[in-house]
Nanobody
Framework: QVQLEDSGGELVQAGDSLRLSCAASGSTLSDYNLAWFRQAPGKEREFVATLFRSTRTYYSDSVKGRFTVSRGTVKNTLYLQMETLKPEDTAVYYC??????????????????WGQGTQVTVSS
């Protein structure tokens, strides 16, 4: 069982920066891959970024070059640093955990554990 607590979302202006945090707890966390997804109103949940096997980063095309995913110095913490935010980044952002393989890292159904979500709103 894995518990995830994501936080850090707020209302910001376009062009601002924001950092989201995900605190993970539970047994055998080393077996799990952590990732960020987001879901905007009326849209499907979409992959944002992951730090696969704690070594390789992958991003969606829409955030590549603006967002950075990283592990925190505090054990089992995942961050998402978001720069140059745009109104289209507005969504509920979720941390997810799963025993994913590389070919499935972008598939939300590959992650059985989810945080409660944190709202990011970017005003123009």
């Amino acid at each position: 069982q894995v518990q995830l607590e994501d936080s850090g979302g707020e209302l910001v202006q376009a062009g601002d920066s924001l950092r989201l945090s995900c605190a993970a707890s539970g047994s055998t966390l080393s077996d799990y891959n952590l990732a960020w997804f987001r879901q905007a109103p009326g849209k499907e949940r979409e992959f944002v970024a992951t730090l696969f096997r704690s070594t390789r980063t992958y991003y969606s095309d829409s955030v590549k070059g603006r967002f950075t995913v990283s592990r925190g110095t505090v054990k089992n913490t995942l961050y998402l640093q978001m720069e140059t935010l745009k109104p289209e980044d507005t969504a509920v952002y979720y941390c997810a955990a799963g025993r994913t393989i590389l070919s499935s890292i972008r598939n939300p159904t590959a992650y059985p554990y989810w945080g409660q979500g944190t709202q990011v709103t970017v005003s123009s």
